[in-house]
């Protein structure tokens, strides 16, 4: 089983930029695509961005060409590199498996407030 602890938010000005960082632990990290969740209150998990294991990349369309995700298996560590970042991507971003494993384990999130 995998866990993720996720690091790196904040606040930052519109047009701004952010990485975002998620720590691993458990065995066979290298095996799993890793995804990027984000999450208003109230609302579902959406997916962001995903990295495979050969390094395929899948980006939701609110975040192409400002997103890039990326991974360190070496590391056991997976990025979000967060670009031209808009007030709309103020939420708390999650880091998990694509797909979700039942039963899902979820760490605190990060927040990313993008405000002037």
């Known amino acids: 089983q995998v866990q993720f602890v996720e690091s790196g938010g904040g606040l930052v000005q519109p047009g701004g930029s952010l990485r975002l960082s998620c720590a691993a632990s458990?065995?066979?990290?290298?095996?799993?695509?890793v995804g990027w969740y984000r999450q208003a209150p109230g609302k579902q998990r959406e997916l962001v961005a995903r990295?495979?294991?050969?390094?395929?990349?899948y980006y939701a369309d609110s975040v192409k060409g400002r997103f890039t995700i990326s991974r360190d298996n070496a590391k056991n560590t997976a990025y979000l590199q967060m670009n031209s970042l808009k007030p709309e991507d103020t939420l708390v971003y999650y880091c998990?498996?694509?797909?979700?494993?039942?039963?899902?384990?979820w760490g605190q999130g990060t927040q990313v407030t993008v405000s002037s």
């Open positions: 998990n498996t694509v797909p979700i494993v039942t039963p899902a384990y």
């Open positions: 458990g065995s066979f990290f290298g095996l799993y695509a």
């Open positions: 990295i495979t294991s050969s390094g395929s990349t």
